[in-house]
């Protein structure tokens, strides 16, 4: 399983982002997948997550602002970032999982190797 993230850059306050994910050796319909995002000195946190029926979940801090979608045709999963915040700014991960829902969060098996947000007031 490979994944790719784009889509990362600097914005000003604001601002917006896409972020993409592309999954190779991967089915993207079938399982959970995700975004997470790690701040420097802080923890990794769930961003948004679509399980197996699309159903999305995202992080209280993101809600009204984030949009996060799968293209299963693609393989690709998404993430709209819509006005960003300086604390929005963090390394982006895209994560994958061999279970349907995503209750396994952080702990998912597949990782991309991130993609850096930085947005400046």
């Known amino acids: 399983v490979q994944l790719v993230e784009s889509g990362g850059g600097s914005v000003q306050t604001g601002g917006s982002l896409r972020l993409s994910c592309a999954a190779s050796g991967y089915t993207a319909t079938n399982y959970c997948m995700g975004w997470f995002r790690q701040a420097p000195g802080k923890e990794r946190e769930g961003v948004a997550t679509i399980d197996s029926d699309d159903i999305i979940s995202y992080a209280d801090s993101v809600k009204g602002r984030f949009t996060a979608s799968k293209d299963n045709a693609e393989n690709t999963l998404y993430l709209q970032m819509n006005s960003l915040k300086p604390e929005d700014t963090a390394m982006y991960y895209c994560?994958?999982?061999?279970?349907?829902?995503?209750?396994?969060?952080?702990?998912?098996?597949?990782w991309g190797q991130g993609t850096q947000v930085t947005v400046s007031s």
């Open positions: 994560a994958a999982d061999t279970y349907l829902s995503c209750r396994r969060g952080r702990y998912m098996p597949y």
